[in-house]
Protein backbone atom coordinates (compact mmCIF):
# COMPACT_ATOMS: atom_id res chain seq x y z
CA UNK A 1 0.00 0.00 0.00
CA UNK A 2 1.02 3.79 -0.78
CA UNK A 3 2.33 5.49 2.77
CA UNK A 4 0.50 8.51 3.60
CA UNK A 5 2.42 11.52 3.45
CA UNK A 6 2.78 13.98 5.90
CA UNK A 7 4.45 16.77 4.70
CA UNK A 8 5.92 19.65 7.26
CA UNK A 9 6.67 23.18 6.25
CA UNK A 10 9.24 25.45 8.78
CA UNK A 11 12.09 24.19 10.74
CA UNK A 12 11.27 26.38 14.11
CA UNK A 13 10.05 24.62 17.38
CA UNK A 14 6.39 24.42 15.70
CA UNK A 15 7.58 22.02 12.69
CA UNK A 16 10.75 20.16 14.19
CA UNK A 17 9.07 19.18 17.44
CA UNK A 18 5.79 17.89 15.13
CA UNK A 19 8.19 15.95 13.34
CA UNK A 20 9.67 14.31 16.95
CA UNK A 21 6.35 13.67 18.47
CA UNK A 22 4.95 12.00 15.19
CA UNK A 23 8.34 10.08 15.31
CA UNK A 24 7.81 8.74 18.95
CA UNK A 25 3.91 7.72 18.64
CA UNK A 26 3.74 6.23 15.36
CA UNK A 27 3.69 2.58 14.41
CA UNK A 28 5.55 0.66 11.54
CA UNK A 29 1.82 -0.53 10.81
CA UNK A 30 0.76 3.28 10.74
CA UNK A 31 2.30 3.29 7.30
CA UNK A 32 3.62 7.13 7.46
CA UNK A 33 6.05 8.63 5.67
CA UNK A 34 6.80 11.94 7.60
CA UNK A 35 8.86 14.72 5.53
CA UNK A 36 10.34 18.29 6.45
CA UNK A 37 11.00 21.55 4.61
CA UNK A 38 12.87 23.62 5.94
CA UNK A 39 15.45 26.05 4.34
CA UNK A 40 18.03 25.36 7.03
CA UNK A 41 19.20 22.09 8.61
CA UNK A 42 18.93 22.67 12.26
CA UNK A 43 16.78 24.45 14.64
CA UNK A 44 17.74 27.60 16.30
CA UNK A 45 16.85 27.77 20.32
CA UNK A 46 15.96 31.16 20.39
CA UNK A 47 16.00 31.69 24.00
CA UNK A 48 20.08 31.54 23.87
CA UNK A 49 20.34 33.93 20.75
CA UNK A 50 21.66 37.02 22.52
CA UNK A 51 24.09 35.39 23.79
CA UNK A 52 25.62 34.99 20.86
CA UNK A 53 26.09 38.76 20.45
CA UNK A 54 28.37 38.36 23.99
CA UNK A 55 30.44 35.18 22.54
CA UNK A 56 29.35 33.86 26.54
CA UNK A 57 28.14 30.77 24.45
CA UNK A 58 29.71 29.92 20.97
CA UNK A 59 27.60 30.38 17.62
CA UNK A 60 26.89 26.42 16.95
CA UNK A 61 25.92 25.76 20.76
CA UNK A 62 22.23 27.30 19.77
CA UNK A 63 21.69 25.37 17.32
CA UNK A 64 20.98 21.38 16.65
CA UNK A 65 21.12 19.50 13.70
CA UNK A 66 17.50 18.30 12.78
CA UNK A 67 18.60 15.10 10.83
CA UNK A 68 19.21 14.25 14.63
CA UNK A 69 16.59 15.44 16.40
CA UNK A 70 14.73 13.33 13.92
CA UNK A 71 16.13 11.23 12.04
CA UNK A 72 13.10 9.21 10.47
CA UNK A 73 12.05 12.33 8.91
CA UNK A 74 13.19 12.76 5.32
CA UNK A 75 14.68 16.37 5.26
CA UNK A 76 14.16 18.90 2.36
CA UNK A 77 16.99 21.92 3.03
CA UNK A 78 14.65 24.03 0.33
CA UNK A 79 12.47 27.21 0.33
CA UNK A 80 8.99 26.53 -0.43
CA UNK A 81 7.63 28.90 -3.17
CA UNK A 82 4.32 28.24 -3.19
CA UNK A 83 1.40 25.61 -1.55
CA UNK A 84 -1.58 24.95 -3.51
CA UNK A 85 -3.98 23.76 -0.86
CA UNK A 86 -6.41 22.41 -3.81
CA UNK A 87 -4.05 19.70 -5.73
CA UNK A 88 -2.39 18.72 -2.33
CA UNK A 89 0.98 20.29 -3.67
CA UNK A 90 3.84 22.27 -2.50
CA UNK A 91 6.44 23.78 -4.87
CA UNK A 92 10.04 24.35 -3.32
CA UNK A 93 13.08 26.36 -4.53
CA UNK A 94 15.83 24.74 -7.18
CA UNK A 95 18.91 23.21 -5.57
CA UNK A 96 21.98 23.04 -7.24
CA UNK A 97 20.36 22.18 -10.22
CA UNK A 98 18.24 25.26 -11.55
CA UNK A 99 14.68 23.67 -11.37
CA UNK A 100 12.01 23.59 -8.60
CA UNK A 101 10.65 20.36 -7.30
CA UNK A 102 7.05 19.71 -6.34
CA UNK A 103 6.20 17.71 -3.25
CA UNK A 104 2.67 15.69 -2.96
CA UNK A 105 0.88 15.52 0.23
CA UNK A 106 -2.07 13.76 2.36
CA UNK A 107 -1.74 15.73 5.36
CA UNK A 108 0.02 19.56 5.41
CA UNK A 109 1.59 20.66 8.60
CA UNK A 110 2.09 24.79 8.04
CA UNK A 111 5.08 26.07 10.50
CA UNK A 112 6.68 28.39 9.02
CA UNK A 113 6.05 31.10 11.73
CA UNK A 114 6.89 34.68 10.97
CA UNK A 115 9.01 37.31 9.28
CA UNK A 116 11.00 40.48 10.04
CA UNK A 117 9.80 43.45 8.44
CA UNK A 118 10.96 47.21 8.26
CA UNK A 119 8.36 48.06 5.42
CA UNK A 120 6.62 50.34 8.00
CA UNK A 121 9.79 52.60 8.93
CA UNK A 122 11.71 54.78 6.37
CA UNK A 123 15.00 53.57 6.24
CA UNK A 124 15.14 50.56 8.60
CA UNK A 125 15.79 47.81 5.57
CA UNK A 126 18.91 49.45 4.79
CA UNK A 127 20.76 50.52 7.64
CA UNK A 128 18.92 48.67 11.12
CA UNK A 129 20.29 45.41 11.90
CA UNK A 130 17.60 42.85 12.49
CA UNK A 131 17.88 40.50 15.17
CA UNK A 132 15.60 37.28 14.86
CA UNK A 133 18.00 34.70 13.26
CA UNK A 134 21.48 32.98 14.22
CA UNK A 135 22.73 35.22 11.34
CA UNK A 136 21.95 38.18 12.79
CA UNK A 137 23.39 37.60 15.98
CA UNK A 138 26.61 36.69 14.15
CA UNK A 139 26.46 39.92 12.12
CA UNK A 140 25.88 42.00 14.95
CA UNK A 141 29.04 40.43 17.06
CA UNK A 142 31.52 41.34 13.96
CA UNK A 143 29.38 44.78 13.53
CA UNK A 144 29.93 46.07 17.22
CA UNK A 145 33.80 44.60 17.02
CA UNK A 146 34.51 46.72 14.25
CA UNK A 147 32.67 50.01 15.44
CA UNK A 148 34.99 49.34 18.14
CA UNK A 149 38.00 48.67 16.14
CA UNK A 150 36.83 52.17 14.15
CA UNK A 151 36.57 54.04 17.27
CA UNK A 152 39.74 53.00 18.32
CA UNK A 153 41.90 55.01 15.33
CA UNK A 154 39.44 57.15 14.47
CA UNK A 155 40.39 61.18 15.26
CA UNK A 156 36.92 62.87 14.52
CA UNK A 157 35.73 63.19 18.33
CA UNK A 158 32.14 63.30 16.75
CA UNK A 159 32.52 60.06 14.52
CA UNK A 160 33.98 58.41 17.27
CA UNK A 161 31.02 59.79 19.38
CA UNK A 162 28.60 57.78 16.23
CA UNK A 163 30.71 54.69 16.74
CA UNK A 164 30.34 53.88 20.38
CA UNK A 165 26.67 54.64 20.67
CA UNK A 166 24.36 51.54 20.16
CA UNK A 167 21.11 51.98 19.89
CA UNK A 168 18.11 49.23 20.67
CA UNK A 169 14.59 49.41 19.16
CA UNK A 170 12.21 47.41 21.31
CA UNK A 171 11.59 47.17 24.67
CA UNK A 172 10.07 43.51 24.64
CA UNK A 173 12.14 40.39 25.76
CA UNK A 174 13.73 40.03 22.27
CA UNK A 175 14.74 44.11 22.96
CA UNK A 176 15.95 44.06 26.72
CA UNK A 177 17.91 40.24 26.49
CA UNK A 178 19.76 41.90 23.30
CA UNK A 179 20.40 45.40 25.04
CA UNK A 180 21.75 43.53 28.16
CA UNK A 181 24.05 41.06 26.35
CA UNK A 182 25.00 44.14 24.21
CA UNK A 183 25.92 46.48 27.43
CA UNK A 184 27.98 43.44 28.80
CA UNK A 185 29.47 42.80 25.66
CA UNK A 186 30.85 46.74 24.59
CA UNK A 187 31.90 47.57 27.93
CA UNK A 188 34.06 44.38 28.58
CA UNK A 189 35.78 44.39 25.24
CA UNK A 190 36.31 48.53 25.12
CA UNK A 191 39.14 47.44 27.95
CA UNK A 192 40.91 45.71 25.43
CA UNK A 193 41.02 48.98 22.97
CA UNK A 194 44.11 51.54 24.49
CA UNK A 195 42.52 54.55 22.80
CA UNK A 196 38.98 54.51 23.81
CA UNK A 197 37.40 56.46 27.20
CA UNK A 198 34.53 53.85 28.12
CA UNK A 199 33.10 57.14 29.43
CA UNK A 200 32.17 57.83 25.75
CA UNK A 201 30.19 54.31 25.13
CA UNK A 202 26.14 55.07 25.50
CA UNK A 203 24.29 52.01 25.10
CA UNK A 204 20.29 53.10 24.44
CA UNK A 205 16.96 51.01 24.28
CA UNK A 206 14.13 52.59 22.89
CA UNK A 207 10.65 51.88 24.05
CA UNK A 208 7.27 52.87 23.15
CA UNK A 209 5.51 52.13 26.10
CA UNK A 210 5.95 53.57 29.76
CA UNK A 211 7.64 50.23 31.00
CA UNK A 212 9.96 47.69 29.86
CA UNK A 213 9.39 44.23 29.31
CA UNK A 214 5.52 44.25 29.73
CA UNK A 215 4.69 41.10 29.07
CA UNK A 216 6.06 40.90 32.84
CA UNK A 217 3.85 42.27 36.28
CA UNK A 218 4.61 45.92 36.75
CA UNK A 219 7.45 45.36 39.73
CA UNK A 220 9.77 42.82 37.32
CA UNK A 221 9.83 45.33 34.73
CA UNK A 222 10.72 48.11 36.99
CA UNK A 223 13.19 46.07 38.71
CA UNK A 224 14.45 45.27 35.31
CA UNK A 225 14.69 48.81 33.99
CA UNK A 226 16.56 50.10 37.16
CA UNK A 227 19.44 47.47 36.57
CA UNK A 228 20.07 47.88 33.03
CA UNK A 229 19.62 51.64 34.15
CA UNK A 230 22.19 51.26 37.11
CA UNK A 231 24.71 49.68 34.42
CA UNK A 232 24.80 51.82 32.04
CA UNK A 233 22.10 51.69 29.76
CA UNK A 234 20.03 54.70 28.50
CA UNK A 235 16.35 53.93 28.93
CA UNK A 236 14.06 56.04 26.45
CA UNK A 237 10.28 55.09 27.34
CA UNK A 238 7.14 56.27 25.51
CA UNK A 239 9.83 56.76 22.25
CA UNK A 240 9.57 55.00 18.92
CA UNK A 241 11.90 54.88 16.22
CA UNK A 242 10.76 56.61 13.18
CA UNK A 243 12.95 55.28 10.45
CA UNK A 244 17.05 55.38 10.45
CA UNK A 245 19.92 57.00 7.96
CA UNK A 246 23.46 55.50 7.32
CA UNK A 247 24.28 57.82 10.18
CA UNK A 248 21.28 58.43 13.19
CA UNK A 249 18.53 56.74 14.28
CA UNK A 250 15.35 58.85 13.87
CA UNK A 251 13.16 59.06 17.29
CA UNK A 252 9.20 59.89 16.44
CA UNK A 253 9.58 63.18 18.35
CA UNK A 254 11.73 64.25 15.26
CA UNK A 255 14.99 63.87 17.42
CA UNK A 256 18.43 61.88 15.76
CA UNK A 257 20.80 59.93 17.24
CA UNK A 258 23.81 59.83 15.92
CA UNK A 259 24.56 56.14 15.93
CA UNK A 260 26.61 53.29 13.65
CA UNK A 261 24.83 50.61 15.28
CA UNK A 262 20.89 50.56 15.06
CA UNK A 263 19.02 46.96 16.29
CA UNK A 264 15.51 46.97 15.35
CA UNK A 265 13.45 44.01 17.46
CA UNK A 266 10.38 45.77 15.63
CA UNK A 267 7.05 42.83 15.99
CA UNK A 268 7.36 40.71 13.21
CA UNK A 269 5.09 40.62 10.61
CA UNK A 270 2.94 37.37 8.59
CA UNK A 271 5.07 35.02 6.65
CA UNK A 272 4.37 35.87 2.85
CA UNK A 273 3.49 32.12 2.22
CA UNK A 274 0.85 32.62 4.68
CA UNK A 275 -0.77 35.85 3.36
CA UNK A 276 -0.95 34.03 -0.09
CA UNK A 277 -3.04 31.55 1.07
CA UNK A 278 -6.79 31.09 0.23
CA UNK A 279 -7.67 29.64 3.99
CA UNK A 280 -9.63 32.20 6.57
CA UNK A 281 -6.71 33.90 8.65
CA UNK A 282 -7.44 36.51 11.76
CA UNK A 283 -4.29 39.08 11.72
CA UNK A 284 -2.45 37.53 9.81
CA UNK A 285 -1.92 34.20 10.71
CA UNK A 286 -3.89 31.14 9.49
CA UNK A 287 -7.49 30.27 11.81
CA UNK A 288 -7.51 26.41 13.48
CA UNK A 289 -10.16 24.80 15.44
CA UNK A 290 -9.62 23.16 18.84
CA UNK A 291 -8.21 20.33 17.74
CA UNK A 292 -5.31 22.64 15.03
CA UNK A 293 -7.13 21.82 11.85
CA UNK A 294 -7.21 25.00 9.25
CA UNK A 295 -10.88 25.50 9.06
CA UNK A 296 -12.37 24.59 5.46
CA UNK A 297 -9.54 22.29 4.47
CA UNK A 298 -9.33 18.60 5.67
CA UNK A 299 -5.97 17.59 6.05
CA UNK A 300 -3.95 20.38 6.46
CA UNK A 301 -2.68 21.56 10.02
CA UNK A 302 -1.09 24.57 11.44
CA UNK A 303 0.95 25.26 14.29
CA UNK A 304 2.97 28.04 16.12
CA UNK A 305 3.30 31.65 15.43
CA UNK A 306 1.90 31.19 11.84
CA UNK A 307 -1.42 29.68 13.38
CA UNK A 308 -4.20 31.61 15.06
CA UNK A 309 -4.61 29.03 18.25
CA UNK A 310 -7.59 29.59 20.52
CA UNK A 311 -7.24 28.03 23.88
CA UNK A 312 -10.33 26.25 24.52
CA UNK A 313 -10.35 26.75 27.82
CA UNK A 314 -9.66 30.46 28.38
CA UNK A 315 -10.84 31.31 24.95
CA UNK A 316 -7.59 33.66 24.65
CA UNK A 317 -5.20 33.26 21.69
CA UNK A 318 -1.95 31.99 22.35
CA UNK A 319 0.99 34.20 21.98
CA UNK A 320 3.54 33.34 19.70
CA UNK A 321 6.25 31.81 22.67
CA UNK A 322 8.07 28.62 22.07
CA UNK A 323 6.65 26.91 25.02
CA UNK A 324 3.33 27.45 23.21
CA UNK A 325 4.78 26.02 19.99
CA UNK A 326 5.91 22.91 21.45
CA UNK A 327 2.68 22.30 23.22
CA UNK A 328 0.82 23.00 19.93
CA UNK A 329 3.22 20.68 18.07
CA UNK A 330 2.79 17.86 20.56
CA UNK A 331 -1.24 17.96 20.35
CA UNK A 332 -1.02 18.49 16.59
CA UNK A 333 1.02 15.41 15.87
CA UNK A 334 -1.18 12.98 18.27
CA UNK A 335 -4.24 14.59 16.95
CA UNK A 336 -2.57 14.12 12.99
CA UNK A 337 -2.31 10.15 14.13
CA UNK A 338 -6.03 9.93 15.60
CA UNK A 339 -7.20 11.11 12.28
CA UNK A 340 -5.38 8.21 10.84
CA UNK A 341 -6.57 5.55 13.26
CA UNK A 342 -9.99 7.26 13.50
CA UNK A 343 -9.17 7.64 16.95
CA UNK A 344 -10.85 10.81 19.17
CA UNK A 345 -9.15 14.07 18.96
CA UNK A 346 -8.18 16.10 21.88
CA UNK A 347 -8.94 20.24 22.37
CA UNK A 348 -5.54 21.66 22.78
CA UNK A 349 -5.08 23.84 26.04
CA UNK A 350 -2.20 25.12 27.56
CA UNK A 351 -1.48 27.23 30.58
CA UNK A 352 1.91 29.20 30.42
CA UNK A 353 4.29 27.54 33.23
CA UNK A 354 5.86 31.18 33.35
CA UNK A 355 8.13 33.97 31.54
CA UNK A 356 11.51 34.13 32.16
CA UNK A 357 14.21 37.10 30.91
CA UNK A 358 17.68 37.58 31.21
CA UNK A 359 19.48 40.98 32.40
CA UNK A 360 22.89 39.83 31.75
CA UNK A 361 25.41 40.20 34.08
CA UNK A 362 24.26 37.03 36.06
CA UNK A 363 20.78 38.79 36.59
CA UNK A 364 17.41 37.96 35.33
CA UNK A 365 13.73 38.50 36.00
CA UNK A 366 11.31 35.46 36.39
CA UNK A 367 7.56 35.01 36.79
CA UNK A 368 7.69 31.16 37.02
CA UNK A 369 3.76 29.55 39.14
CA UNK A 370 2.78 32.80 39.79
CA UNK A 371 6.34 32.75 41.96
CA UNK A 372 8.27 36.37 40.93
CA UNK A 373 11.86 36.11 41.33
CA UNK A 374 14.62 38.76 40.49
CA UNK A 375 18.24 38.67 40.62
CA UNK A 376 20.75 35.97 40.82
CA UNK A 377 17.97 33.64 41.30
CA UNK A 378 16.25 34.22 38.52
CA UNK A 379 19.43 33.80 36.65
CA UNK A 380 20.06 30.63 38.11
CA UNK A 381 16.71 29.46 36.88
CA UNK A 382 16.57 31.31 33.41
CA UNK A 383 19.67 29.01 33.33
CA UNK A 384 18.48 25.92 34.67
CA UNK A 385 15.44 25.29 32.80
CA UNK A 386 17.01 26.53 29.47
CA UNK A 387 19.47 24.21 29.40
CA UNK A 388 17.32 21.34 30.39
CA UNK A 389 15.04 22.62 27.27
CA UNK A 390 17.80 22.39 25.07
CA UNK A 391 17.49 19.84 23.01
CA UNK A 392 20.76 17.39 22.31
CA UNK A 393 22.83 16.29 25.21
CA UNK A 394 25.89 17.01 23.41
CA UNK A 395 24.55 20.91 22.84
CA UNK A 396 23.76 20.78 26.68
CA UNK A 397 27.19 19.76 27.56
CA UNK A 398 28.66 22.33 24.81
CA UNK A 399 26.63 25.28 26.42
CA UNK A 400 27.53 24.59 30.42
CA UNK A 401 31.28 24.17 29.49
CA UNK A 402 30.72 27.55 27.55
CA UNK A 403 29.21 29.11 30.42
CA UNK A 404 31.85 28.12 32.79
CA UNK A 405 34.66 29.32 30.77
CA UNK A 406 32.54 32.47 30.45
CA UNK A 407 32.94 33.05 34.44
CA UNK A 408 36.95 32.36 34.14
CA UNK A 409 37.79 33.84 30.61
CA UNK A 410 37.74 37.57 29.26
CA UNK A 411 35.21 38.01 26.02
CA UNK A 412 36.24 36.94 23.03
CA UNK A 413 36.93 40.29 20.57
CA UNK A 414 37.84 38.67 17.18
CA UNK A 415 35.93 39.86 14.20
CA UNK A 416 34.92 36.97 11.73
CA UNK A 417 34.75 38.55 8.13
CA UNK A 418 32.22 35.76 6.72
CA UNK A 419 30.40 37.69 4.50
CA UNK A 420 30.94 38.89 0.46
CA UNK A 421 31.29 42.58 -0.06
CA UNK A 422 27.66 43.21 -1.94
CA UNK A 423 28.03 45.46 -5.07
CA UNK A 424 25.03 46.80 -5.27
CA UNK A 425 22.85 48.22 -1.84
CA UNK A 426 19.99 50.32 -1.20
CA UNK A 427 20.65 53.43 0.92
CA UNK A 428 18.17 55.91 2.84
CA UNK A 429 18.65 59.71 3.33
CA UNK A 430 16.93 62.54 5.06
CA UNK A 431 16.54 65.88 3.68
CA UNK A 432 19.73 67.52 3.94
CA UNK A 433 22.17 65.03 4.42
CA UNK A 434 25.32 64.69 3.13
CA UNK A 435 26.05 61.57 0.89
CA UNK A 436 29.45 62.57 0.49
CA UNK A 437 32.01 65.33 0.70
CA UNK A 438 34.09 67.26 -1.56
CA UNK A 439 37.74 65.32 -1.21
CA UNK A 440 36.44 62.14 -0.20
CA UNK A 441 37.98 59.48 -2.01
CA UNK A 442 35.40 57.82 -4.94
CA UNK A 443 34.37 54.28 -3.97
CA UNK A 444 30.73 53.98 -5.27
CA UNK A 445 28.09 55.40 -7.97
CA UNK A 446 25.32 56.46 -7.05
CA UNK A 447 21.41 56.10 -8.82
CA UNK A 448 18.29 58.01 -7.54
CA UNK A 449 15.41 55.33 -7.24
CA UNK A 450 13.51 58.06 -5.60
CA UNK A 451 13.52 61.70 -4.30
CA UNK A 452 16.39 64.66 -5.08
CA UNK A 453 19.75 65.59 -4.92
CA UNK A 454 21.74 68.40 -5.33
CA UNK A 455 25.73 69.10 -6.03
CA UNK A 456 28.13 72.05 -4.80
CA UNK A 457 31.48 72.33 -4.88
CA UNK A 458 33.28 74.93 -2.52
CA UNK A 459 35.99 76.81 -4.10
CA UNK A 460 39.07 78.94 -2.33
CA UNK A 461 36.48 81.35 -0.95
CA UNK A 462 35.10 79.08 1.08
CA UNK A 463 31.54 79.57 -0.21
CA UNK A 464 29.12 76.98 -1.75
CA UNK A 465 28.86 77.23 -5.79
CA UNK A 466 25.69 75.00 -6.81
CA UNK A 467 26.61 72.87 -9.52
CA UNK A 468 22.88 71.29 -10.67
CA UNK A 469 19.85 69.00 -9.24
CA UNK A 470 19.73 65.27 -9.99
CA UNK A 471 16.30 63.54 -9.68
CA UNK A 472 14.81 60.20 -9.90
CA UNK A 473 16.56 57.63 -12.91
CA UNK A 474 19.90 60.14 -12.58
CA UNK A 475 23.05 59.56 -11.20
CA UNK A 476 25.78 60.78 -9.99
CA UNK A 477 29.67 60.40 -8.41
CA UNK A 478 30.93 58.47 -11.68
CA UNK A 479 33.75 61.14 -12.06
CA UNK A 480 36.01 59.86 -8.88
CA UNK A 481 35.12 56.70 -9.99
CA UNK A 482 36.37 57.02 -13.74
CA UNK A 483 39.54 59.46 -12.69
CA UNK A 484 40.37 57.70 -9.64
CA UNK A 485 40.88 61.02 -7.67
CA UNK A 486 39.02 62.17 -5.05
CA UNK A 487 35.87 64.13 -5.31
CA UNK A 488 35.28 66.96 -6.80
CA UNK A 489 32.26 68.15 -5.05
CA UNK A 490 29.69 67.16 -2.43
CA UNK A 491 26.44 65.70 -2.83
CA UNK A 492 23.66 66.25 -0.13
CA UNK A 493 19.93 64.92 -0.42
CA UNK A 494 17.37 67.74 -1.07
CA UNK A 495 14.07 65.51 0.27
CA UNK A 496 13.47 62.11 1.71
CA UNK A 497 16.22 60.03 -1.05
CA UNK A 498 16.48 56.38 -1.84
CA UNK A 499 19.29 55.06 -4.09
CA UNK A 500 20.76 52.36 -4.93
CA UNK A 501 24.64 52.52 -5.25
CA UNK A 502 27.19 50.29 -7.11
CA UNK A 503 30.63 49.76 -5.38
CA UNK A 504 34.38 50.46 -7.31
CA UNK A 505 34.55 46.84 -8.19
CA UNK A 506 31.08 46.50 -10.11
CA UNK A 507 31.35 49.45 -11.88
CA UNK A 508 35.25 48.87 -13.26
CA UNK A 509 34.11 46.00 -14.27
CA UNK A 510 31.39 47.02 -16.35
CA UNK A 511 33.22 50.20 -17.62
CA UNK A 512 35.81 48.14 -19.04
CA UNK A 513 34.19 45.58 -20.75
CA UNK A 514 30.74 47.11 -21.73
CA UNK A 515 31.78 49.54 -24.07
CA UNK A 516 27.67 51.67 -24.76
CA UNK A 517 27.84 51.70 -20.95
CA UNK A 518 31.38 53.36 -20.95
CA UNK A 519 30.57 55.50 -24.00
CA UNK A 520 27.25 57.19 -21.98
CA UNK A 521 29.72 57.62 -18.81
CA UNK A 522 32.14 59.29 -20.69
CA UNK A 523 29.59 61.62 -22.35
CA UNK A 524 28.34 62.25 -19.28
CA UNK A 525 31.43 63.02 -17.52
CA UNK A 526 32.28 65.43 -20.34
CA UNK A 527 28.98 67.53 -20.12
CA UNK A 528 29.15 67.91 -16.45
CA UNK A 529 33.30 68.84 -16.79
CA UNK A 530 31.44 71.51 -19.50
CA UNK A 531 28.56 72.56 -17.50
CA UNK A 532 31.54 72.99 -14.12
CA UNK A 533 34.04 74.94 -16.12
CA UNK A 534 31.19 77.28 -16.99
Same mark, same amino acid.
Given at each position: ?29 ? $? ?7 ? !? ?9 ? !? ?25 ? +? ?13 ? &? ?19 ? *? ?10 ? %? ?14 ? =? ?16 ? +? ?21 ? *???? /????? &? ?25 ? =? ?10 ? /????? /? ?15 ? $? ?16 ? =????? &? ?13 ? @?? #? ?40 ? $? ?37 ? &? ?19 ? +? ?36 ? %? ?15 ? !? ?13 ? @? ?11 ? #????? *???? /? ?38 ? %? ?7
Amino acid at each position: MKPTRVLIIGGGFGGVYTAITLEKHLKAND $NVEVGLISK !ENYLVFQPMLP !EVISGSIGILDTIAPIRRLCPKTNLYT +REVESIDLKNKRVMT &SAGFRPQTSQLEYDHLVIAVG *NITSFSAQRGLA %EHALPFKYLGDGLVLR =NHVIRALEEADIESDSEF +RRALLTFVVAGGGFSGVEAVAEL *NDFV /RHAAR &SFRRINRAEIRVILLHAGPLILPELSE =NLGQFAQKLLQR /RGVEI /RLNTRLAGATGESALLD $NGERVLTKTLVSTVPSAP =NPLVA &SLPCKKEKGRIVVNK @HL #EVVDYPGVWAVGDCAWVVDHKTWQPCPPTAQHATRQAACLAK $NLIASLRQEPKQAFSFEALGKLAALGHRSAVAEVFGVKL &SGFVAWLLWRTIYLMKLPGLD +RKLRVSTDWFLDLLLPPDIVQLKLDKTTSVIREHFEPH %EIIFRQGDRGDRLYVIV !EGEVELFQEGPDQVP @HLLGRLGPGECFG #EMALV *NDKP /RMATARSIARTNLLSVDQHAFGALFAYHPPLRRMFEALID %ERRRSTAR
